[in-house]
């Protein structure tokens, strides 16, 4: 097992060129194994993205074996590296998936994650076009003995659904983002990317578009809360080596995950119309 390894966060403004999108990740990618990264995390929508989902989302889509994939897991295998990006993928005639892929080194897809929490908040509208994953035991790839887990975007609001990772084993989150730029939304982003990390005692490694559709801010957070490599608003990657001496010592000092009283169950509560929160009886993941 090893102690220590880098990962890089790559932010950049994802279009609707496939093609084009692949060949800026491909740039980034080499960048960041030439700084000895064993992850690269591309942002949310990396193989394809306009400002307003519509018809065209569906056009773009591909499957998980479809030609931006495969690039990613050729360019995986050529850099010796994981290669975790969002996929708009597709679905249906009329919806797609908000789909997470990471790649091995060996070019193998090795775990997927499908958004679960649809960003129907500041005019935004995801579920007018895109199905909502299915939840379900996480799926987890480890990378020189840490365990990885994935979330996007909006999920980042919801706490549970990092916990879930963390009972799975998840040493590591990656967040790949679309995180829309608006009043107090950079504050959000760097509130809830660190309380993440902090709450959980984990690393996490988000990574946003760049404006001005995004807020930008990609960055590493360690498990005591702490950027240690981060982004300002322009193209590029931030590095970072993450340590299993350091979690350690965190989780020693601060043993959240072992002194809690509570566990995250699957099911929506029920909320009544004055804003009270029902007793819903559900089914423990």
């Known amino acids: 097992m090893e102690d220590t390894l880098a990962i890089a966060v790559a932010q950049f403004a994802p279009t609707g060129d496939a093609e084009a999108n692949l060949e800026t990740i491909t740039e ?35 499957p998980l074996d479809g030609p931006f994939v495969q690039g990613l897991g050729r360019l995986a295998a050529r850099l010796g590296l994981f290669v975790v990006a969002g996929l708009v993928e597709t679905r249906s005639a009329t919806h797609f998936s908000n789909t997470l892929v990471a790649l091995a080194p060996s070019g193998e897809l ?36 840490f365990t990885v887990g994935l979330q996007t975007c909006y999920d980042v609001r919801f706490p549970e659904v990092t ?7 998840a040493e590591i989150v990656l967040i790949p983002s679309e995180w829309v730029r608006g009043p107090l939304k950079e504050h959000h982003w760097r509130t809830l990317v660190t309380a993440r990390a902090l709450e ?6 988000a990574a946003d578009h760049v404006p001005p559709v995004g807020v930008g801010n990609s960055m590493v957070v360690d ?5 240690i490599a981060t982004i300002g608003d322009e193209v590029g990657i ?3 080596e993450v340590s299993r001496a350091r979690l350690e010592a965190v989780r020693t000092v601060n043993p959240a995950l072992t002194l809690r009283r509570f566990h995250v169950a699957a099911g929506a509560p029920t909320v009544s119309a004055d804003g009270a929160q029902a007793r819903e009886t559900v089914e423990s993941l």
């Open 223 to 227: 498990p005591s809360g702490v950027e």
């Open 28 to 62: 980034l990618a080499e960048r960041a194994s030439r700084r000895g990264a064993r992850i690269l995390v591309a942002p949310e929508y990396s193989s394809f993205f306009e400002k307003e989902i519509g018809p065209a989302y569906l056009d773009g889509a591909q």
């Open 163 to 169: 916990r879930m990772l963390v009972d799975a084993g």
């Open 238 to 240: 931030a590095v970072a």
């Open 110 to 145: 090795v775990a997927t994650y499908r958004k679960l929490h649809l960003y129907d908040a500041f005019g935004g509208n995801e579920s007018d076009w895109i199905v909502p994953g299915e939840i379900d035991e996480p799926e987890t790839f480890t990378v020189d003995g």
């Open 200 to 205: 959980n005692t984990i690393y996490v490694a």
